[in-house]
């Protein structure tokens, strides 16, 4: 996939277009991308960096990271993706320009959308407006239930299923492992501690089951009460793994919701406890 930061940088020829933020590449937007895929021409997505509720000041807990959306949109099969930087400028732009300054000089002919998309300045811009500067206008059919909205509600509220049904894959945690505290080494049960963006949705606490690396892991997100802790610490551990992660991105799937995280009588019943939660990670099934 050919990733752009200007306009001028994609060759003009015949595209079909889809404009958005595609936070989280769910099943919404694969419809889009499938719809573009269908006009037969080029298939050309115009994305925006930051989020543009972030760069308006507005606190968003992201689904993917700019890097990970990329490369869902990779094997989907997009072809060109046009990274726009969202600013203040950006912003102010009236629908008609940025028709002026993004869509015209890479040769879209076609926009796909759905029905209730916006853009421009005040979210003037709609599909009628685009279909009036002469470009042919194919809405994309709408996946119902299915938004970046309802996704982050469900994984606040702990439901992983109904979170990877929406995603159409497992929701996941992209970061780069840091050092930790190294406990769970002298514990059996080393982890890598996984640093993520502050905007980036997180979890409730609790130990979870999932997968990194092409291991299953078992994942505690908390504080780590048993030792007094007070800083949130997303720390996967990936069974039937050696290797040194310090410094690695790191990509965790989230399966499912295995326990709250708790303090213990003992160290002892603390490691008892993890090994169940290994064996509960398992036996634990990938939701889709």
């Known amino acids: 996939?050919?990733?752009?930061?200007?306009?001028?940088?994609?060759?003009?020829?015949?595209?079909?277009?889809?404009?958005?933020?595609?936070?989280?590449?769910?099943?919404?937007?694969?419809a889009v991308v499938d719809a573009l895929f269908a006009t037969g021409l080029g298939?050309?997505?115009?994305t925006f960096d930051p989020?543009?509720?972030?760069?308006?000041?507005?606190?968003?807990?992201?689904?993917?990271?700019?890097?990970?959306?990329?490369?869902?949109?990779?094997?989907?099969?997009?072809?060109?993706?046009?990274?726009v930087r969202f600013d203040l400028e950006l912003a102010r732009l009236e629908?008609?320009?940025?028709?002026?300054?993004?869509?015209?000089?890479?040769?879209?002919?076609?926009?796909?959308a759905g029905?209730?998309?916006?853009?421009?300045?005040?979210?003037?811009?709609?599909?009628?407006?685009i279909r009036s500067l002469g470009y042919d206008v194919r809405n994309a059919p709408e996946v119902a239930g299915v938004s970046s909205t309802r996704i982050r509600e469900l994984v606040h509220a702990g439901d992983l299923t109904g979170a990877a049904q929406l995603l159409g894959r497992p929701f996941e945690l992209d970061g780069t492992v840091v050092a930790g505290d190294q406990r769970g080494g002298t514990l059996g049960f080393p982890t890598a501690n996984l640093s993520v963006s502050a905007d980036?949705?997180?979890?409730?606490?609790?130990?979870?089951?999932?997968l990194a690396r092409g291991h299953r892991a078992a994942i505690s997100i908390g504080v780590n009460p048993h030792y007094g802790g007070a800083e949130r610490r997303i720390e996967p551990h990936?069974?039937?793994?050696?290797?040194?992660?310090?410094?690695?991105?790191?990509?965790?799937?989230?399966w499912a919701y295995l326990r709250e995280e708790r303090a213990f009588a003992s160290e002892e019943e603390l490691i008892a406890q993890i090994g169940h939660d290994v064996e509960a990670t398992r036996g634990a099934i990938r939701p889709a």
């Open 1 to 30: 996939m050919n990733v752009v930061y200007a306009a001028q940088e994609l060759e003009q020829q015949p595209r079909a277009v889809a404009i958005g933020s595609f936070d989280g590449v769910h099943r919404g937007h694969v």
């Open 200 to 210: 980036l949705l997180v979890p409730p606490y609790g130990i979870y089951a999932g």
């Open 238 to 254: 990936l069974l039937d793994f050696e290797g040194d992660l310090y410094g690695e991105r790191l990509v965790v799937e989230l």
């Open 95 to 112: 629908p008609e320009d940025f028709v002026r300054q993004v869509l015209e000089p890479i040769g879209c002919q076609i926009v796909v």
């Open 43 to 46: 298939a050309t997505v115009v």
């Open 51 to 83: 989020h543009p509720r972030v760069a308006l000041g507005n606190q968003v807990e992201l689904l993917t990271t700019q890097q990970r959306k990329l490369e869902l949109l990779a094997e989907l099969g997009v072809e060109d993706v046009l990274v």
């Open 115 to 129: 029905a209730d998309f916006r853009f421009g300045r005040g979210r003037a811009g709609d599909l009628a407006l």
